[in-house]
Every structure is written in structure tokens, then in C-alpha cells.
């Protein structure tokens, strides 16, 4: 046995050396033949990999769990030899480049990935849980979302299991009176985060064309099978902002994931707790629909830009809500995820939305990636102009569909569709710990309002604020002052002020901007 600091080092190394060598090695399609039993935990799986690698490559590394047991591996029809050690399942090439397609058979029980348990009303289920990396725990893949691949799923299982997964079904074959085979395939590429499986008694109900929800037989039963009827309405918001919907069908599933909601590609899967026939779960699923085009067709390609998923997602539930039920509802939402981020921000100082220096993935999955990329993707879509803000989402996620994308890459595009230089802009909001504290004085006299700002942090901000002031004829109007400076002072002229200034109404600023005392 190695000491625990010898065990995490080597993992590291390998970890460092699977990326490196998988730069020359491109997944191109998973095939999956799983078994399922009610008789134990163990499943076993035939995994066809294929793979395009680079004539220099001598063996391909691909990730699968020590608790999965290799039993045999193929290749052109040969049985060839392996090594299987920390997690990583190193194959040969045997010197051929090109496409290779390897079969690799193995069992054993998950201790992740595979949530395999009894859902809320006792009976066994079977649920993939893969975000961030967790495929890897039950599944032969290159698990990293910079490597996509198509895929598919051909599951036997006891026959009263029904089985949901990613793209369309094409058969359900019943092998004997205990068993069937379902086989689903999915023709898009996705990253391996995203690629799902779910066995269980389902009743399922057609809500649209396109859409269709999965219950538990018993949640149906219930009367608990209300909850996703507002999601075609959801869809159709998001192909209005966004564009077509990246792939065949949308599928709403009640399961047990660890989390409230999980976006996989085509069938997003729910934790059965927000499923009551309440339908109270309409901003998580606007979340998740979100994420069909951002995060699953274009996705990170790395962890550390993992707020070009969360961020705009929780942005375009923001939206959402905000079209459906208005503003107030909008600013409840926002003065709640206001406080989790000040909340984080207090107890992580040195952290910002890009994180790079992080020891697990999970300590990305916070309110910087969520919720204040959302704020600042808000704030940019009110500093250049919503029509201007759509386009450069637009070119962004049309240059990037079914691929991966940088943080960088995406500040390109913003500048190129804006015509502005925002490389501060997005400086001070992904990569400055903390947020901005501004203390202003005012003075009116003879028609003139005289404002003076000292900003307190250490860093200087470049803020864009809006002053609501009156004019001579009684109207509203909305001034702006841009802050460069840690002290400035502005003069606004042929204005009319009744009451002390209230700046920033809308607060589109992240952060502290008030009268000094």
C-alpha cells in the first residue's frame, strides 16, 4: 500500500499524463453494453471505444475506476494485452495510427457514477450521476469535457425496468419473460459529463413534439406528474433567445441524482425531492434546458472555464424568470443569490470565477461560477446593448456548436461583434477576488449635481453607473458616469434633484456602491 501522499501524487501525475497524451488521442463514438441484476450491485459492460490517434502515440490512456474489473480487451478482432493501475486502462496501439477500435470487457460494483439504490418510495433504481468526472467510475471513456464523442447505450435489465438515455431510441427487445434489452443511440457529439442512463419503472407523458417527462410509475400515480408541464413553454423560450435546439428530443426525468438537477444531453435528470406535483420546479428546469446549448453542444474545454456552462445558464434562468413572472420575482432571485455570493466571497477572499489554482473540481461548483458569471454576463448585455449582447451570444455559440470554447475565445467574440475593447471589463469581473465597494458624496446647486466617488478596494474598477435624475421638463432620465479612477468627481448639468440620488437603481453593478456617511 503507498502512504496517502505517495497514492494522491501518483494519481496526479497520471492525471497530467492522460491529458497530455489525449491531446493526440480523439474519442469519436462509445458504444455500451451494460448488464443490470436485481440479484446484485455488480454490472457488467462491453465498452467499444472508438478512437482517432496520432501516429506518434504508442498507447492510449483512457480513464476507468480500479473497483471496474477488466476482464478482456480487443482490438481488430485480436485479443491484445493491458494495464490497469490508479484508475487509468492503458492500451497499445501496436504503432497503428488512425481510427482504432478497441472492446473492453469488464464488471464490478460502482462505488460512483452509477447511483444504484432505492428511490423515494423503496423500489431499486439505476441512475448515471457523472458531472464533473465521475463516468470514469462505471464507464471505459477519455473523461474530460474538451473530448466529445458520440455515443449509445444498449442496457439488459430486468424486465419491469424501463430505460431512458441520450438521442433516440431504436429498439426494445424482450429476451425472455425476465428480460429486455433497450438500446438508445445519440448522434451529436457531447462530452462524457453529460452522457446518461436511467433504469426504473417509468410512466411517461408526451407534452410536446419534442418533449416528453419520465415519473417514477408511483409519482404518476400520485398525482405528481404536473411538475414538468410548464417545460415545453420553457423550450420554446430558449429557441427564441438562442436558436435551434442542438438536439433531437428533450426528455425530463425524475431520478436520484446527488444534485437538484443535472443537464445531461437530451435527457436532464432531476432529483426526485423537487418532484411533488407542485411545479415549483420551473426555474431549475429553464437552468438545465439552458444548458442543452450551453455546456453540452458547446461546452468547456477545461474545468477552469466551467462558468461558460454554469454562467450562462443561470443567466438565461434569470432571464426566464423574469419574462414569465417579472421583475419582482426577478429581484427576489437576485438579492437571494446576492447574499450566497457576498456569503462565499467572505469565506473564499482570494477567489474569483476563474479559479485555476483549485485541488478538486467540486470547488468549482460555487456561486462565482453560477451566479456571478450570470451578473457579469448581465451587466455586459446592459454595457454594450441587449441587441448587441444577443448577437455576440449568437456568433459564440455558433462558432463553438458541438465543440468546445475557452474563456479567452469568448472574449474575442465579444469584442469583435461590440467593436469595444472589454478585456478589463472581463479582467475585473473573472479573474479580481472580490467585488466593488464605492462610497459617493453629492452636492446640488443651481441646477448642477455634483457627485464624487472614492472606490475602497485596492483594485480600481472600471464601472459604468446609471444616476436617475429629472430634468427641466419634469421627465426621467437616466444619467451615466464612468468610473476609471479610485477618486473622481462628475458634474451633471440641468438636472433637478427633489431627494438624495439613488444610483445604480436597477443594480446591475455587482457590489457595494453607497452614500458616504
Not at 435546439?245 to 444534485?259: A, I, N, Q, R, W
Not at 456552462?309 to 446576492?338: H, P, R, V, W
Not at 448581465?378 to 454594450?384: A, D, G, K, P, W
Request: hydrophobic content about 35%; charged content about 20%; some cysteine.
Amino acid at each position: 500500500m503507498f502512504p496517502r501522499s505517495q497514492l494522491l501524487f501518483l494519481v496526479l501525475v497520471l492525471s497530467f499524463h492522460l491529458q497530455a497524451q489525449n491531446s493526440q488521442v480523439d474519442a469519436q463514438h462509445y458504444r455500451f453494453d451494460v448488464t443490470l441484476s436485481d440479484a446484485s450491485d455488480t454490472i457488467q459492460c462491453d465498452a467499444q471505444l472508438t478512437l482517432r490517434v496520432a501516429e506518434e502515440v504508442a498507447e492510449v490512456r483512457v480513464d476507468l475506476a480500479r473497483t471496474m474489473h477488466v476482464l478482456t480487451v480487443t482490438q481488430g478482432g485480436d485479443t491484445i494485452g493491458f494495464e490497469h493501475d490508479l484508475d487509468v486502462l492503458k492500451l497499445p496501439t501496436g504503432g497503428v495510427s488512425g481510427e482504432l477500435t478497441y472492446s473492453v470487457h469488464y464488471r464490478g460494483v460502482p462505488e460512483d457514477g452509477l447511483i444504484i439504490s432505492h428511490n423515494k418510495f423503496g423500489d431499486r433504481t439505476f441512475f448515471s450521476d457523472h458531472w464533473p468526472d465521475r463516468a470514469r467510475e462505471w464507464l471505459a471513456v477519455i473523461d474530460t469535457p474538451a473530448d466529445k464523442a458520440t455515443c449509445e447505450f444498449v442496457v439488459t435489465a430486468p424486465i419491469q425496468y424501463d430505460v431512458v438515455s441520450n438521442g433516440h431510441l431504436l429498439s426494445i427487445d424482450t429476451l425472455s419473460a425476465e428480460t429486455k434489452t433497450t438500446h438508445w443511440k445519440m448522434d451529436y457529439l457531447i462530452p462524457t459529463k453529460v452522457m446518461a442512463m436511467g433504469a426504473a419503472a417509468f410512466e411517461t407523458q408526451q407534452l410536446d413534439s419534442m418533449s416528453r417527462a419520465w415519473l417514477y410509475a408511483r409519482s404518476g400515480e400520485q398525482g405528481q406528474n404536473y411538475d414538468f408541464e410548464e417545460a415545453p413553454e420553457v423550450l420554446a423560450f430558449m429557441v427564441e433567445q438562442l436558436g435551434d435546439y442542438p438536439f433531437g428530443k428533450l426528455d425530463h426525468v425524475e431520478s436520484t441524482t446527488k444534485f437538484g438537477g443535472m443537464e445531461n444531453a437530451s435527457c436532464i435528470f432531476y432529483s426526485e425531492k423537487h418532484i411533488n406535483g407542485n411545479q415549483d420546479v420551473n426555474g431549475l428546469i429553464a437552468h438545465e434546458v439552458a444548458h442543452q446549448w450551453f455546456g453540452n453542444s458547446a461546452s468547456e474545454s477545461s474545468w477552469v472555464d466551467v462558468w461558460l456552462s454554469e454562467g450562462f445558464a443561470t443567466y438565461y434562468e434569470y432571464l426566464y424568470i423574469q419574462t414569465q413572472y417579472g421583475l419582482d420575482s426577478m429581484k427576489a432571485l437576485s438579492d437571494e443569490n446576492e447574499e450566497r455570493i457576498r456569503n462565499y466571497e467572505e469565506k473564499y477572499p482570494d477567489r474569483a470565477i476563474l479559479y485555476p489554482n483549485y485541488d478538486h473540481i467540486f470547488e468549482l461548483l460555487n456561486p462565482l461560477s453560477y451566479d456571478k458569471a450570470a451578473w457579469m454576463l448581465r451587466l455586459l448585455s446592459y454595457q454594450v446593448g441587449q441587441d448587441v449582447f444577443a448577437e455576440i451570444v449568437k456568433t459564440y455559440y455558433q462558432s463553438h456548436t458541438y465543440g468546445n470554447a475557452t474563456t479567452d475565445e469568448f472574449i474575442a467574440v465579444a469584442e469583435k461583434v461590440s467593436g469595444k475593447d472589454l478585456k478589463y471589463f472581463f479582467h475585473q469581473w473573472l479573474s479580481v477576488p472580490g467585488a466593488p465597494d464605492v462610497r459617493y458624496t453629492w452636492k446640488y446647486k443651481r441646477n448642477t449635481l455634483e457627485l464624487s466617488f472614492e472606490q475602497q478596494t485596492t483594485f480600481t474598477y472600471q464601472l459604468m453607473i446609471d444616476v436617475p435624475v429629472q430634468t427641466s421638463n419634469n421627465q426621467v432620465e437616466i444619467r451615466q458616469v464612468f468610473l476609471t479612477q479610485k477618486k473622481q468627481t462628475f458634474k451633471l448639468e440641468e438636472v433637478m434633484i427633489h431627494n438624495a440620488p439613488d444610483l445604480d437603481p436597477l443594480n446591475i453593478i455587482y457590489g457595494r456602491i453607497q452614500e458616504k456617511e
